[in-house]
């Protein structure tokens, strides 16, 4: 089985709006990474949060880290249509931390 | 420069024979790997080199080779392809490669369909 997962396989808002997608992961983890794949493209990283940290952002993005009930979430405020992608959430896990493990992805459609 | 490049970005194969996929990068990263993504799933890890070391997954062991003869070229070699290898294939390099998390850089893919 998958070590992380995001909860929905696919969403959808109207521009403007802000959207959560959520990530839960298996094992202890010394940090979380979320990449969005646009269509055509490889994926690219969005965030990167370590273990230590509660919460992180990237202009739109926010990010929060919660490694009690081992489980993330990526926030997007304001949407835009270029926001449509597929976002995963991918963790490490020992001993090969340099190594990510992804989830299916949630695949996000935002319209007009 | 933050690209990774791979070639081709489409490959028809026919079942049986053998596929040679390319990928290289710039930026002197010590680590390259490569992943198997189908529709609707994760990517998956097959293997990758940190320096010259080569580590493949235990459950794609015997499935895929791999070479990399500079820092900056990697290979993904399939000896004899079979219909469960049609997938988008992706490279990525990270800057480390030892015990800690880092960002990796993702190529556009190439997409293998085996008739």
């Known amino acids: 089985s998958q070590l992380a997962e995001e909860n929905l396989w696919a969403l959808s808002v109207h521009e403007g709006e802000s959207v959560t997608v959520n990530c839960s992961y298996k094992?202890?983890?010394?940090?979380l990474q979320w990449y969005r794949q646009k269509s055509g493209e490889g994926p690219a990283q969005l965030i990167l949060?370590?273990?230590?940290?509660r919460e992180k952002r990237n202009g739109r993005l926010r990010a929060t880290l919660d490694t009690s009930s081992q489980s993330s979430s990526l926030s997007i405020t304001a949407t835009r249509c270029e926001d449509t992608a597929v976002y995963f959430c991918?963790?490490?896990?020992?001993?090969?931390?340099?190594?990510?493990?992804f989830g299916s992805g949630t695949k996000l459609t935002v319209e007009p | 420069d933050t690209t990774v490049k791979q070639n081709p970005r489409y490959k028809l194969a026919r079942v049986g024979k053998p596929v040679n996929l390319i990928c290289s990068q710039t930026?002197?990263?010590?680590?390259m790997y490569w992943y198997q993504k189908k529709p609707n799933q994760a990517p998956k890890l097959l293997l990758f080199?940190?320096?010259?070391?080569?580590?493949r997954e235990a459950d794609t062991f015997e499935k895929f080779q791999s070479s990399r003869p500079n820092n900056s070229f990697c290979s993904l070699y399939i000896g004899s392809a079979g219909l469960e290898y049609s997938a988008m294939y992706l490279c990525?390099?990270?800057?480390?490669?030892?015990?800690?998390?880092?960002?990796?850089?993702f190529g556009p893919g190439t997409r293998l369909l085996v008739l």
């Open positions: 990525a390099s990270s800057l480390l490669g030892g015990r800690d998390q880092d960002t990796q850089y």
């Open positions: 094992t202890s983890i010394t940090a």
């Open positions: 949060i370590r273990s230590n940290e």
């Open positions: 991918a963790t490490d896990a020992w001993p090969n931390y340099n190594v990510l493990y």
């Open positions: 930026m002197n990263h010590d680590t």
């Open positions: 080199y940190y320096d010259k070391i080569l580590n």
